[in-house]
């Protein structure tokens, strides 16, 4: 039987364990020692000594062969530790012979291996209670410690993170944690880092995280973690932008890319553009800004302003926005003639998806059933600047689209996981000619769905390779209203192939000149001599 102590308190008194249980010198087949098994810590409750209750035991099970209890002389060593002002502040060892314990405790009906030990409840005979001296306590340890390093009494800040810590252990998908030792981390952490105020934990976390060199996985705040939720429902106060880091370097002065700027936001109105490169924001430099950070700064108040430097080709523009609600409505559409030489008009329905809220599917159902009460024969779906958001949405959508077929594998470090695929039964739109423009500014979950529609053959890609985010993040509310967004897995398109840092790479190239607005796009199909009508979107 193993006997687990340790205090509550006092770093002075180590876990450890007892060792030297039993050893038979007659016996040649106990040459060695058995080994104990460690086990992992956790908050300790302490019980008087003279207290009937339970005690918390290591129930082992059968060696199939006695035990010399005779053997009195190895002893067994116990912890006492002295109850004074400052609690258990010394601790000191004795040695109480085997037998004598045996007998208190009746360890025969408990004798055995110590090769296999699981953890047991066991009341130890009616009368049967530990007797120390007046003040001592018994530290029961619900469990052991994965090493012999002192365990202390856990403050409300480092439940926190503990809380934190146990869900980046559960969720981050890479189990080697930028190769270092998780367990170890967290022991380090509470020993060593400042956990005295709220905002001391949190700067704990942050600096836990930033371990594993992960942009995407991140804390928020709680004022953070509901910004961020309102933006996935459909508005949120800025100046519509959606930022990223450059996909590479070309010598250029280094900063945070422009993914896309929304539709009639401040930022579309001032003439930033996807590609563009924000330098400074309020006179702070981008430069080793994350993207986060920079986000959490370009958001604020309805009508206060933000100062930008921004970087578009070779000019640089100076501009103050002032920030605004900016509407999410994840959908415009619109229905375009197209004169044809035949009897019949082509009719173009034409549906940008501009972001994936918990809106975008319904909208995008509800634009295919109106352009298909216009006669539409073909659908133009653009997710240009399209920089991704709720990964179910992007599921849906792809099921509008497909009658069958895979539309994307969710992987981990030991491979495919999780398999996304539809049978038809929610497909609206799964049989006109479907042509779909990317962009650099095509990221997350927009590329999930212009990579199921390639690969499946519903649709062909025109574009540019698109901005490579095949990583997929999960977002985690801890007990304080604060948040982790956590990267869970990665994602392969149907076809197997891995887009982080590439992208989904299109069919066909799209003019520079090529419109980015549903009006514009119209236009320029009914124009003969424009670069829409050189690009056959319907041609496979």
């Given at each position: 039987?193993?006997?687990?102590a340790?205090?509550?308190t006092?770093?002075?008194?180590p876990?450890f364990?007892i060792?030297?249980?039993?050893?038979n010198p007659?016996s040649?087949s106990?040459?060695?020692t058995?080994q104990?098994?460690?086990r992992k810590s956790a908050?300790?409750?302490i019980?008087e000594?003279r207290?009937?209750?339970p005690?918390?035991?290591?129930?082992?099970?059968?060696?199939k062969?006695?035990i010399?209890?005779g053997?009195t002389?190895r002893?067994?060593?116990?912890p006492?530790?002295?109850?004074?002002?400052s609690?258990f502040s010394?601790?000191?060892l004795?040695?109480?012979r085997?037998?004598k314990?045996k007998?208190?405790?009746?360890?025969k009906?408990?004798?055995?291996?110590?090769h296999?030990v699981i953890?047991?409840s066991?009341k130890?005979?009616?009368n049967?209670?530990v007797?120390?001296t007046?003040?001592?306590m018994v530290?029961?340890?619900?469990?052991v410690?994965?090493?012999?390093?002192?365990?202390?009494a856990?403050?409300?800040?480092?439940l926190?993170?503990?809380?934190?810590?146990r869900?980046?252990d559960?969720?981050y998908?890479?189990?080697?944690?930028?190769?270092?030792?998780?367990?170890?981390y967290?022991e380090n952490?509470?020993r060593?880092e400042?956990m005295n105020t709220?905002?001391?934990t949190?700067?704990?976390?942050?600096?836990?995280?930033?371990?594993?060199?992960?942009?995407?996985?991140r804390f928020l705040e709680?004022e953070?973690l509901?910004?961020?939720?309102?933006?996935?429902?459909?508005?949120?106060?800025?100046?519509?932008?959606?930022?990223?880091y450059?996909t590479?370097f070309?010598?250029?002065p280094?900063g945070l890319v422009?993914i896309?700027a929304?539709?009639?936001g401040?930022?579309?109105r001032a003439?930033i553009?996807s590609?563009d490169?924000?330098?400074e924001?309020?006179?702070?430099?981008?430069e080793?800004m994350?993207i986060y950070?920079a986000?959490?700064?370009?958001?604020?108040?309805e009508g206060?302003?933000v100062k930008?430097?921004?970087?578009?080709?070779?000019?640089?523009?100076y501009?103050?926005l002032?920030r605004?609600?900016?509407?999410l409505?994840?959908?415009?559409?619109?229905?375009?003639?197209v004169?044809?030489s035949?009897k019949?008009?082509?009719?173009?329905?034409y549906i940008k998806l501009?972001?994936?809220?918990?809106n975008?599917?319904?909208?995008?159902?509800?634009?295919i059933?109106t352009l298909?009460s216009?006669?539409v024969?073909a659908f133009?779906l653009d997710l240009?600047?399209?920089s991704?958001?709720?990964?179910?949405?992007g599921?849906e959508?792809a099921?509008i689209?497909?009658?069958?077929?895979v539309?994307v594998?969710?992987?981990?470090?030991r491979?495919?996981r999780?398999?996304y695929?539809t049978?038809?039964?929610?497909a609206?739109?799964?049989?006109?000619?479907l042509?779909?423009l990317?962009?650099k500014?095509t990221a997350?979950?927009s590329?999930i769905?212009?990579g199921?529609l390639k690969d499946?053959k519903?649709a062909?890609l025109?574009g540019?390779?698109?901005f490579g985010k095949?990583?997929?993040?999960?977002?985690?509310?801890?007990?304080?209203?604060?948040g982790?967004v956590v990267t869970?897995?990665?994602?392969?398109?149907?076809?197997?192939?891995d887009?982080?840092?590439v992208?989904v790479?299109?069919?066909?190239?799209l003019?520079?000149?090529?419109p980015?607005?549903e009006e514009a796009?119209?236009n320029c199909?009914?124009d003969?001599?424009?670069a829409c009508n050189k690009?056959?979107?319907?041609a496979?």
């Amino acid at each position: 039987m193993e006997v687990l102590a340790s205090s509550a308190t006092a770093s002075s008194c180590p876990h450890f364990v007892i060792f030297n249980l039993y050893k038979n010198p007659n016996s040649a087949s106990m040459a060695a020692t058995p080994q104990v098994l460690q086990r992992k810590s956790a908050p300790v409750r302490i019980v008087e000594a003279r207290a009937k209750a339970p005690l918390m035991c290591l129930k082992i099970t059968s060696l199939k062969r006695p035990i010399n209890y005779g053997n009195t002389d190895r002893a067994l060593l116990l912890p006492i530790c002295r109850l004074n002002q400052s609690f258990f502040s010394q601790c000191s060892l004795f040695s109480v012979r085997y037998s004598k314990l045996k007998k208190k405790l009746r360890l025969k009906k408990y004798a055995g291996s110590l090769h296999k030990v699981i953890s047991c409840s066991e009341k130890i005979g009616r009368n049967a209670f530990v007797r120390f001296t007046v003040g001592l306590m018994v530290v029961m340890s619900v469990s052991v410690s994965v090493s012999e390093s002192p365990s202390w009494a856990l403050t409300e800040e480092n439940l926190l993170f503990l809380e934190a810590w146990r869900m980046i252990d559960r969720a981050y998908v890479d189990k080697s944690f930028n190769g270092q030792s998780w367990f170890r981390y967290r022991e380090n952490a509470l020993r060593n880092e400042p956990m005295n105020t709220r905002e001391e934990t949190y700067m704990a976390i942050k600096k836990m995280l930033a371990t594993l060199e992960d942009p995407f996985t991140r804390f928020l705040e709680p004022e953070k973690l509901k910004s961020l939720r309102s933006g996935t429902q459909g508005a949120l106060t800025g100046i519509g932008l959606s930022i990223g880091y450059p996909t590479k370097f070309d010598g250029s002065p280094a900063g945070l890319v422009v993914i896309s700027a929304s539709p009639g936001g401040p930022a579309n109105r001032a003439g930033i553009l996807s590609g563009d490169v924000i330098l400074e924001i309020d006179d702070t430099s981008t430069e080793t800004m994350g993207i986060y950070d920079a986000a959490e700064r370009l958001q604020g108040s309805e009508g206060s302003s933000v100062k930008l430097t921004v970087r578009s080709g070779p000019e640089i523009k100076y501009l103050d926005l002032m920030r605004e609600k900016v509407s999410l409505n994840p959908v415009t559409s619109r229905l375009c003639a197209v004169p044809a030489s035949g009897k019949d008009s082509l009719r173009i329905g034409y549906i940008k998806l501009t972001s994936f809220n918990q809106n975008a599917s319904g909208a995008v159902k509800e634009a295919i059933n109106t352009l298909r009460s216009s006669n539409v024969n073909a659908f133009v779906l653009d997710l240009r600047d399209n920089s991704g958001g709720l990964f179910p949405e992007g599921i849906e959508i792809a099921k509008i689209w497909l009658d069958k077929g895979v539309i994307v594998y969710i992987c981990d470090s030991r491979g495919v996981r999780d398999i996304y695929d539809t049978d038809g039964s929610k497909a609206v739109a799964p049989s006109e000619p479907l042509a779909v423009l990317v962009n650099k500014g095509t990221a997350s979950a927009s590329e999930i769905l212009a990579g199921a529609l390639k690969d499946n053959k519903r649709a062909v890609l025109f574009g540019e390779p698109t901005f490579g985010k095949g990583k997929i993040q999960s977002v985690f509310e801890l007990s304080d209203g604060s948040g982790l967004v956590v990267t869970v897995a990665r994602y392969e398109t149907p076809a197997h192939t891995d887009i982080d840092k590439v992208g989904v790479v299109p069919d066909h190239p799209l003019p520079t000149s090529f419109p980015k607005d549903e009006e514009a796009f119209c236009n320029c199909l009914q124009d003969p001599a424009s670069a829409c009508n050189k690009v056959e979107l319907f041609a496979r």
